[in-house]
């Protein structure tokens, strides 16, 4: 699990990851960290097998659900990466991206691995992509869904956990057939594979080797995490500031900060820690195809604090007409006291870029009719429309463009 989930951000850590480890765990070292099992490994205790059988049902639920990102060229692009950092878990693994808005990856014990489309949409770069792979990777090759299971019978704790994932999931969720079964499956899992800290630092410490077996820069890891962490501060200190004006909500998981902490010394630890691939071009071609839909589902999610930073930080290569205009979108959504100037100044900037969706000519459109410009604001929907014939309001615009 490499959580920083809604529900994690909200809440303040359901998710495994940002859970408050055992005091005391020390930081592992990448040197340490072999594999426990070998290429094409197969369950032989009953107990294991009879987890994985589980774990297969949950496999087919997933692979026929509607949140299922099934799209040829990026799960074959994912597949790839995924199969620089394998190592032993070499075709073992099988990828589902999943849509969804939060950041979250998690790893069964039959080699099932499970992506969200929150994660892939705040990467940088491949580096980072396959640093959350790798790491997801390390819980398989280091047994922890099995081991934790075994030390959760042990304490006799797995029907509590699955009560409290079920109840949570229950409380979160309206939706019906494959995606109930997704969520209530994935809420039982992340909490009963709630790795304690030392496995989490085995899966951070393994995947920097990981990452620099596939040829990738083991120093991109930490900075996921880095990311995170300013992400979740911003997101705090805005819906703070919405419910209470002067609320400083500047505080983060302890947890996190020794995570990164660890994870930079390790790769300060390494030699070559700096050396390797980024790919970041390959990593925007890749997810092109999927970005506007990634993005959008990002902003949709309402939590402008959130977006806006995540939005910041992809600007650092660039701004196109894409992030301008979920910049402006985001700033339409939070509302406060001058967004309305900000939201305009992003969607004049959106519509300048060549790569504009049409929903920013529609958004400028309405925002130049607003202010008196009919000529312009007229230009603009025509530009929409164009873009898209077939829009839903394409009536409703053609009655706007005649008057
Ligand atoms: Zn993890």
Redesign the pocket.
């Known amino acids: 699990?490499?959580g920083l989930s809604r529900r994690g951000l909200i809440a303040g850590g359901l998710c495994?990851?940002c859970l408050p480890g055992a005091a005391g765990a020390q930081r592992i070292s990448p040197s340490a960290m072999t594999p426990l099992i070998g290429k094409g490994y197969r369950p032989v205790d009953t107990d294991e097998k009879g987890l994985w059988s589980r774990v297969e049902r949950i496999e087919e639920e997933i692979a026929g659900s509607s949140l299922r990102v099934t799209d040829p060229a990026l799960t074959a692009y994912l597949s790839g990466v995924q199969h620089r950092v394998a190592r032993e878990a070499e075709g073992s693994v099988r990828l589902y991206v999943m849509r969804s808005a939060d950041f979250n990856a998690a790893m069964f014990p039959n080699g099932m691995m499970l992506i969200h489309t929150g994660t892939l949409v705040r990467f940088r770069n491949e580096a980072q992509l396959a640093g959350v792979l790798a790491?997801?990777t390390a819980?398989y090759l280091r047994k922890h869904q099995v081991r934790s299971w075994r030390d959760l019978k042990l304490r006799s704790d797995i029907m509590s956990f699955a009560s409290v994932g079920l109840g949570l999931a229950g409380a979160a969720t309206g939706i019906g057939g494959g995606d109930l079964i997704y969520s209530l499956n994935n809420a039982i899992y992340l909490g009963a594979f709630a790795?304690s800290r030392s496995l989490?630092s085995e899966?951070d410490a393994m995947s920097l080797s990981l990452m620099r077996h596939g040829g990738y820069r083991p120093a991109e890891a930490p900075d996921i995490w880095k990311q995170l962490i300013a992400e979740r501060r911003a997101s705090a200190a805005a819906r703070g500031k919405r419910r209470r004006r002067g609320y400083s909500v500047l505080s983060t998981h302890p947890a996190d900060d020794v995570r990164m902490a660890d994870l930079i010394a390790s790769t300060e630890e390494m030699a070559d820690g700096r050396d390797g691939a980024t790919g970041e071009a390959d990593y925007r071609v890749a997810i092109a195809a999927v970005r506007p839909m990634l993005i959008d589902d990002l902003v949709k999610l309402n939590d402008p604090g959130s977006s806006l930073h995540v939005i910041d930080r992809l600007a650092e290569s660039g701004w196109d007409g894409l992030l301008r205009y979920h910049q402006a979108e985001a700033y339409r959504l939070r509302g406060e006291p001058g967004d309305v100037d900000r939201m305009q100044a992003s969607l004049d900037q959106a519509v300048a870029y060549a790569d504009a969706p049409a929903e920013a000519y529609r958004a400028q459109g309405y925002a130049l009719l607003k202010k008196g410009d009919g000529a312009g604001g007229k230009a603009m929907l025509g530009r929409y429309l164009a873009a898209r014939p077939d829009a839903k309001d394409a009536g409703m615009i053609k009655f706007t463009l005649a008057q």
């Open positions: 699990v490499t495994a990851c790491h997801e819980h790795y989490e899966a």
